[in-house]
């Protein structure tokens, strides 16, 4: 039964257009819907925005003149497509590849590091895992921070940090200090930067989704072929001290991306205040818990496919850190060595974009090209070593090569098949949640790969486990629900909420939407 609306007052003004939202919330009775009502100025008469949320679906619908009609015809609820949202691939292109396709390329400063601070490859290792670790765990906050207050105040103050932590980094003097730099700074910089930029992009487009992630991810390849050498003669001519200092300079460029991104008019959610104005417990619990998408946590497709990201996680960057120093090992140059990355970030690009484009023509499910894509990555991590054995620098190559192929086309996919397991609305917090679950595999990946060739004395067995890990996650992907399908589930979605402020009241909640027309025939007349 719907109860009255608000005081008096409010339902005097007949010719005004009266904004009338609900949503779900607690109550001792069970769930009920909340009730508000908004007067806006403007011709038409009275309209109402209903939102029903029921235990086994979502509805939305518009009523106006006692017609309803879906949620996606009301709000646009589609991206764009384009507009504005091609700039905002643009900032993500240069953004990533001032953190991944940086953080790929940390290999040429791993020799230099062993050979003045004099430690071994695992402690050298955990500089670079301490920084990627710190990027995913930190991921959570900035997903939280664009949730509550405004995404590009967030980007643009994770870029401040970012290349903070490099500038810092140029004067260390021992490793602790490139751990709390380079590792704690840069990587919380770098955690504010990622996911905010991903879930800003992938919100701006549909039916291209996975073509703008892909070309926004195909500056890491870029940058990988191009920073190797670049770093190796900044190195070369500065030393590991200025070549770092010039690196914090180009990251302060991350600023500029984040000003590219429109402040959004998001308002607060109501909350319940004590006597004295206080916000209580549960309810801050509450709005902390809806901004960091911990629902999430209790559906088995998001857990599953989580577990798989966190094994690929756990061998996907080792190559990016040791195959540089597998390279000089097994005794080729360093401009060799650097040479084989730049040439692997060359077809990584060519990996994200066919991968992203090919994904969008809708011949395949994308969880299934992300599988074959990903079986195909760890297998080229574990010929890596191999095809260097005879000293073959062309076999190296090669291998090489198609590795960055996958690991580009994989990489494209990994995003684009979230909103089909938790909706477009979600994905800031989700993404968030996924970048802090394999933070642990981030940390622990790389300093393992050092501490199996401190063991055996090349880089063998750290591809083989790397490479392992891979496969390992291709397998988890399989056991999600729908996988041997061959359609596309429909994506899940709930209602959108408007938490601007207004007067609050207590609906039932109704359930279907046959109770959804009663209710607003009653409330007409």
């Not at 990489?411 to 949640?433: D, H, K, Q, Y």
């Amino acid at each position: 039964m719907w109860r009255p609306a608000a005081a008096a007052a409010e339902e005097t003004a007949q010719t005004q257009l009266h904004t009338v939202e609900v949503w779900p919330a607690a109550h001792a009775d069970g769930p009920v819907l909340l009730r508000r009502s908004v007067p806006c100025c403007g011709p038409g008469g009275p309209e109402a925005l209903w939102t029903e949320l029921t235990h086994g679906d979502n509805l939305s619908v518009e009523m106006t003149n006692s017609k309803l009609k879906p949620k996606s015809q009301v709000d646009g609820a589609e991206g764009p497509d384009g507009g504005w949202g091609w700039v905002l691939v643009l900032a993500m292109f240069v953004s990533t590849s001032l953190v991944f396709g940086l953080m790929r390329s940390l290999g040429i400063f791993f020799v230099e590091f062993v050979q003045y601070f004099e430690e071994s490859a695992q402690a050298i290792s955990w500089i670079s895992s301490i920084g990627l670790a710190a990027q995913q765990f930190f991921s959570p906050l900035g997903a939280a921070l664009c949730n509550a207050y405004n995404t590009r105040q967030v980007v643009m103050t994770g870029g401040f940090l970012s290349g903070l932590g490099l500038v810092l980094a140029s004067q260390a003097t021992c490793l602790v200090h490139l751990y709390l730099t380079m590792g704690v700074i840069s990587g919380l910089g770098w955690g504010l930067v990622f996911s905010p930029m991903v879930a800003t992009v992938m919100g701006s487009f549909t039916r291209r989704r996975a073509l703008a992630v892909g070309l926004g991810f195909s500056s890491i390849g870029l940058s990988s072929f191009a920073f190797n050498p670049l770093f190796q003669l900044l190195v070369e001519t500065y030393a590991w001290r200025g070549a770092l200092l010039i690196l914090g300079g180009l990251s302060f460029n991350i600023i500029a991306c984040g000003a590219l991104i429109r402040p959004e008019c998001r308002s607060r959610a109501p909350v319940k205040v004590d006597s004295q104005g206080r916000l209580s417990l549960s309810d801050m619990l509450q709005r902390v818990s809806s901004y960091l998408e911990v629902s999430l946590l209790c559906e088995r497709p998001y857990l599953t496919y989580t577990l798989g990201v966190t094994l690929f996680n756990f061998g996907y960057f080792v190559p990016y850190f040791h195959l540089v120093a597998h390279s000089r090992q097994v005794g080729f140059s360093e401009y060799q060595a650097a040479f084989i990355m730049s040439a692997a970030g060359v077809t990584d690009i060519f990996g994200r974009v066919v991968s992203g484009w090919f994904s969008d023509l809708g011949h395949f499910r994308v969880i299934h090209l992300l599988t074959l894509w990903t079986v195909l990555a760890g297998v080229f991590i574990m010929l890596l070593p191999v095809s260097s054995l005879a000293g073959s620098y062309a076999a190296l190559m090669m291998i090489s090569l198609l590795y960055g192929f996958c690991s580009g086309a994989l990489t494209s996919l990994v995003f684009a098949v979230m909103p089909t397991i938790m909706g477009v609305e979600r994905m800031m917090g989700g993404l968030g949640l996924l970048q802090l679950i394999e933070s642990s595999a981030g940390l622990l990946g790389t300093p393992l790969s050092g501490w199996l060739r401190d063991i055996t004395g090349n880089y063998v067995a750290s591809f083989m486990a790397a490479g392992s890990f891979v496969l390992l996650g291709s397998l988890a992907m399989t056991t999600m629900p729908h996988y041997f399908s061959c359609t596309e589930p429909p994506p899940p979605q709930r209602p959108v909420l408007d938490r601007s402020a207004g007067t609050l009241e207590r609906l039932e909640l109704g359930r279907s939407s046959e109770s959804i027309h009663q209710t607003v025939e009653q409330a007409e007349r």
